[in-house]
């Protein structure tokens, strides 16, 4: 299983963690464990631009998501595609929630994973969906830690 991960953002950010997360993630969603993800983390400049080049939507995010190969099937080992995070808006974002800024990465992580496997928030009932099952990815990550 590969999954790359940089810090770009000049924040202190769990990366072992993250990546054990995701490798959970994906196992506990049955893809094939040689599946491949990138993850960068970014400052609030760099996701900034990127919002709005991407999304066309001004100012930072907290993640997004780049798609790159859908596995055909469960057992197709492909480049699933890119996660950026800004630990920046994360942070501020867990003071809001009340939860700790790594816990708040773990979510974007698994919330990035999910978009990059084509889950969706666009209504109310995928949104219900997608957001049940980051929170149930992060849970079982954490139950096993």
Known sequence: MTIEITNKSGELVP???????????LIELKLNPECEV???????TEMTELHIKWM????????????????????DAVTLGDIV????????????????TDHEIFILA???LLHILGYDHANAA???VMFALQEELVKKYQAIV
């Open 38 to 44: 990138n993850l960068v983390f970014v400052d609030v």
């Open 15 to 25: 990366t072992d963690s993250v990546r054990d997360l995701l490798q959970n993630s």
């Open 56 to 75: 066309d939507e001004g100012g930072p995010t907290d993640v997004l998501s780049f798609p790159m190969d859908m596995p055909g099937d469960a057992n």
């Open 85 to 100: 995070i800004s630990p920046t808006v994360a942070a501020q974002q867990a003071a809001s929630a009340g939860h700790s």
């Open 126 to 128: 995928d949104e219900k």
């Open 110 to 112: 698994a919330h990035g």
